[in-house]
């Protein structure tokens, strides 16, 4: 028996569309994760096509097959849009999903290295793991509880909250209070003050350690005194 969809467009109109960010954890970021998060923001760039996704390239049939009357999911259903989706997850191994991407080598590394900045600002949360389940596994990134439930607890808040990392600029380098009084918008457009929603934590941002054109190199993110000079055999260049 040939089955198909009674419905029509305007029966979309009865769902709510997405407003905000959508948020996608997902319990180890290694090969699998790696390759789903490099591929979506690989899409977002232009770098690449959503080959084989349902939501981006999926169709639904409406009416009869005669009909022709098959619009795109993503155009009939009002879901999240890429550009919405938010990546964060947990691992036993605390590497970001650039090095663990390296590590995989499912993907091509010029593809990699196109995403690298991106892919190395998602860094995993600890883990929950046990051996006695996985006897030839084992990381240090892992939580710490005397019961399961006080894992499951830590996981729950895992869940609950969002990191939020804010850096100032100019003058207010040197009063980051300032960010005490930062707001954030609902999504009915009232501000909430950043201190009622969560935690304000103060502290010095790790400076990145690697190498370009085979030279080290310390990225820092600050003001720069031209007045000061570098010791001797070093440099100091001005980025983005």
Not at 119 to 143: E, N
Request: charged share 25%; aromatic share 4%; hydrophobic share 40%.
């Amino acid at each position: 028996m040939d089955q198909y969809c009674e419905s029509s467009e305007s029966s979309a109109n009865g769902i709510a569309p997405a407003v905000g960010k959508l948020g996608v954890m997902m319990p180890g970021m290694g090969a699998v994760a790696t390759t789903f998060v490099a591929g979506v923001e690989a899409v977002r760039r232009g770098l690449a096509q959503p080959i084989g996704s349902v939501t981006q390239m999926g169709t639904i049939r409406l009416g009869k097959r005669t009909e022709g009357r098959s619009p795109k999911i993503k155009d009939f259903v009002p879901l999240a849009g890429l550009d919405d989706l938010v990546f964060t997850g947990w691992d036993i191994f605390p590497d970001d999903m650039y090095a663990a991407a390296c590590k995989a080598g499912v993907l091509d590394r010029e593809l990699v290295e196109a995403i690298k900045p991106f892919l190395q600002s998602i860094t995993p949360r600890p883990a929950v793991f046990d051996r006695r389940y996985v006897r030839r596994l084992d990381g240090p990134h892992v939580k710490a509880g005397k019961t399961k439930m006080d894992l499951a607890v830590q996981v729950r808040e895992d869940i609950r909250t969002v990191d939020v990392v804010a850096r100032t600029s100019g003058p207010n380098r040197l009063d980051p209070t300032k960010l005490l009084n930062m707001t954030l918008s609902s999504s009915d457009g009232r501000l909430i003050p950043l201190s009622q929603i969560g935690n304000v934590i103060f502290q010095e941002e790790d400076a990145i350690l690697k190498r370009r054109d085979r030279v080290p190199t310390i990225t820092v993110e600050s003001d720069m005194d031209e007045s000061l000079q570098p010791p001797p055999n070093r440099r100091l260049e001005a980025g983005p």
